[in-house]
């Protein structure tokens, strides 16, 4: 007759290492239908010449070498990297600002923490309809501008001004995110720390540059990388702003645009759109590897 | 069970290498093309944002259809006007199409070419003689022979134009202009009045404006396309000269139909194409502008105005193809095409439906007059719009187009650019 003790450790070494992978199969399932498959199918299709009805043939890597030729496809690496270099900035500083002014715990905070809060929980479609709104041509602001004197400003209409004016739209929705982030990090600050500063007669500037910039330049970083991720991914603004053709003759296309356009509806193509696809994930994984090193750097 | 590496490496190389299958895959499943067996099964019909204003009008049809033939069922799906191009491609490319699909000839085209769309001219040709000869050839594929879909309802849309600004710029309200020559003339003179407040158009101009201008759209081969000829470039050059006196709104550049609608509605524009369904958002979001509404024909310079057409194709690979044969046949046919357009302002395209006093006799009403006035516009009215016009081809018209107004090429430049840029789409389409 076998001991019961020995049948069950048996029994239990026999189902170990299937068990991990049973607890693990909702998420593998899921990351690999939504995840990987779609990864792999995109990497295999910028390979061919596919069309949204047709099925491609391999042409090798002469997507690739037309996207060098296309001027819309440098007119978007140029608008994309441009969302990069003005919006990442904004929204590592601005955010930290405002959680250092909501930080204090003062009477009624809550609603100004919620208030900045709230453009984060709007629907990006609502966002940019009032800003549309705003900015047209005979919209509030160039109203404004028109009673002081200034005259009407064409945000919607010029090239320059539609990207500016979308970048404020993703810093206007983005601070309350990020500040959100900054909040936690502040939180684990010593207070110690900023009263030996004090005491040491460091003004309150100089306490945000040597105290807490420095306890937060983790999270300064983190903030960094996934900004700089979805401001160069960034669709909703500028389709919303700039219309479906990208602005005026297209100049504001950014690269997503350009894939979207590019790659749907019944003559989409495919195979083309999959290579800018590519470029765009390529780019955003340096984009992050760069921001790492920096921090590693200047760490060391 | 244990999960060996060699299994995880198995299924990883499967993820991997399942796309590649849709590689060069193309395998015809589809269903027959014999459309003479018996009528019967459960088809789907999509129609083209009608649920809305048409729910009752619709399942009257379906009702009637289904009492007709006993053993079928329609089941009807309605799509939003917005993203209806994607959502056919999603469902094409996915297997999914309906039976019956309510299609323009330019979102045909594509279906047609992928073997999608099923051959009219062979599974329902004795049905041909009951339409009007150019609506039949309408849904006609160039590179294809054969008919991918029923000729459906006929549209020309109205222009509708703010009288009171006509007054305010001196112009005579009872006078719009009808050719394009006029329109320049007027916008003109509209701009320079209210000191470049008020545009008189908030769209830049788009292939169907260089159809109506008279100019050749592709060569006779229909192998390439022409608009960049002497013609084309006078009507461009027209249009910069009006960017440039603002006569042409500011942010027509960017424009969608939606936004320049707002602009009518608002009162910054003085002349915007639409639908007989714009009239009643006039009555109530603008009352004012409603009570000086002005409604007329397209402009156009060649005497003929631009025709909508719909159509209503058939899914070749559909399982019951006598009974989507069949039902696209009995929502297109005379009786309810008729019926159809006394709902609202569209017009019938079977053989001498528009002979019907419905559209000929007056009763001194403003509806029927202009209800008489555009199915008399449209007994000669042409489709400028090339079947093989994809969306890509018109974001690069509208590009070029937008950099010559915008100075930064000459009107010549801009359309040799916009016409290489469509041929080498249109090559790519195969």
New interface residues.
Partial sequence: MANPAMSRVTRVRRHL??SP?LFAAPGLLIT?VFV??PF??T???SL?D?????????VGLANFRELLHDDMFWTGLRNSSLYVVGVVPALVILPLLLALLVQKNIPGITFFRSAFYTPVVASIVVVGLIWVWLL???GLVNSLLEAVGIGRV?F??DQWL?LLSAMAVTVWKGLGYYMIIYLAALANVPRELHEAAAVDGAGPVRRFLTVTVPAVRSTMVLVAALSSVAAFKVFSEVYLM????G????EDTTLVMLVQ??G??????VGYASALSVVVFVVTVALMLLVLRTDRREES | MHLTRRTFAAVAAAALLLPLSACGSGDDDGGSTDASGKVEGDITFQTWNLRANFKDYFEGVIAGFEKKYPGTHVKWIDQPAEGYADKLSADAAGGTLPDVVNVSPDLLAPLAKAGLALDLDKAAGKYKSEYLQGAWTGHQVPGMSGTYAFPWYLNTGPLFYNKSLFEKAGLNPDQPPKTYDELFADALRMAKQSGGKVATLANVPTVEDFGRYGVPLMNDQGTGFAFNDPKGVRLLTKYKELFDAKALDTQALTATPESSGKKFLTEAVAMNPGSALDLGNFKKNAPNLYKNIGITDQITSTGHVNMYVMGVMVNSRTEHTPAAVAFAHYVTDAENQMSFAKKVAIFPSTAGSLDDPYFTKEDGTDETRVRIAAAKSLKNAVNYTPVLFSEQMKTALRNEVARALQGKESPEAALDNAVKACDRLLQQQG
């Fill in positions: 290492p299937t992978w690999g990987l498959y792999v199918s990497l295999v299709n061919t596919r069309r949204t009805l047709i099925p491609g043939h391999f047209d041509e005979r064409g919607l209409s539609l700039a219309g479906p053709s602005g005026p003759a297209g356009r590019t749907t509806g019944l003559t989409g193509r």
